[in-house]
């Protein structure tokens, strides 16, 4: 909610306008006839913009999308196409949609270049590129945003952390677990799980032996040496899916402080 209320004044300050819409259905009716009916491309451009924020004042941003996508961006004033733009790239950030969002941005950027207005843009791209994974981007824009502001922030210091971040890779951990059950699970730092898993395997192999040795052949193929087998394979999978889980959580949880440091500056 927060991001959201400070996304709408962003918009706010973009259109230079605070221009209120209706929220009714009536309305919504009236403006959807009205783009039906008009041939001009650029009226029609406006009014379905019109319909969007109406759509959106009303928190449906699904059909907020789907408006958005039927606008013809070839056919808009220079006001207009850094309005949709800015919302495009919105929407696509609060629909999880982040590399379309991303595209956008980069459009804004591109055509509007040196326009003042973008400064009201600088926390949203930051916000985007850290989903996307793009590190030196986002810090670059929160340096902007930080310069703009007049903020003393330490933004170097902010994103080294995740620039000399090494993730744990996958192969090393099926490596480990290949040659050490339970070692790929202690690498991707879920020990108690390598304990386990390794203890599993150790039984059930020594199950096996055991009734192997007092000719009980079915019972220590079966019930052990196949057992053994399954939590040896099935270590290795739990293994990589650990190590994919650890790298997901380091970045999550520096983009949500990230987003946290950014949405609370003034």
């Known amino acids: 909610m927060k991001l959201l209320l400070i996304c709408t004044l ?32 650029l009226l029609k451009n406006q009014l379905l913009f019109n319909k969007y924020v109406n759509y959106k004042s009303q928190k449906n941003f699904v059909d907020a999308y789907k408006t958005l996508y039927r606008m013809d961006e070839l056919s808009m004033s220079d006001s207009l196409k850094f309005a949709y733009l ?13 590399a379309e969002s991303d595209l956008a941005l980069q459009k804004l950027f591109s055509f509007f ?33 930080s310069t703009t502001r007049k903020l003393n922030y330490n933004v170097d ?27 790929g699970q202690f690498y991707a730092g879920e020990r108690l799980h390598g304990i386990l898993n390794a203890s599993l395997i150790l039984t059930g192999l020594s199950w096996g032996t055991y009734n192997l040795f007092n000719g ?3 019972t220590a193929l079966f019930s052990g040496f ?29 983009k949500s402080n990230v987003k946290n440091i950014i949405l609370e500056m003034p």
């Not at 209120?20 to 309305?27: F, R, V, W, Y």
């Not at 800015?86 to 982040?98: K, S, T, V």
């Not at 210091?157 to 070692?183: H, Q």
């Open 226 to 254: 196949f057992v053994g087998y399954m939590f040896y394979e099935g270590g290795m999978g739990y293994a990589e899916t650990a190590v994919l889980r650890y790298n997901e959580q380091f970045y999550s949880d520096f």
């Open 86 to 98: 800015y919302e495009f790239a919105l929407i696509n950030y609060l629909n999880n949609n982040f």
């Open 10 to 41: 962003l918009y706010a300050t973009i259109l230079g306008t605070s221009a209120q819409q209706a929220s009714n259905p009536e309305s919504l009716l009236q403006l959807e006839y009205e783009v039906f009916s008009n041939g001009d491309l």
């Open 216 to 218: 009980y052949y079915a």
């Open 113 to 145: 270049k040196d326009d003042k207005r973008l400064n009201g843009v600088l926390q949203l791209a930051v916000l985007v590129n850290n989903e996307n994974g793009h590190w030196m981007q986002a810090k670059e824009f929160f340096k902007q945003f």
């Open 157 to 183: 210091s902010l994103y080294e952390i995740v620039l000399k971040y090494k993730a744990k890779n996958v192969k090393t951990a099926m490596r480990l677990s290949t040659f050490a059950p339970g070692s």
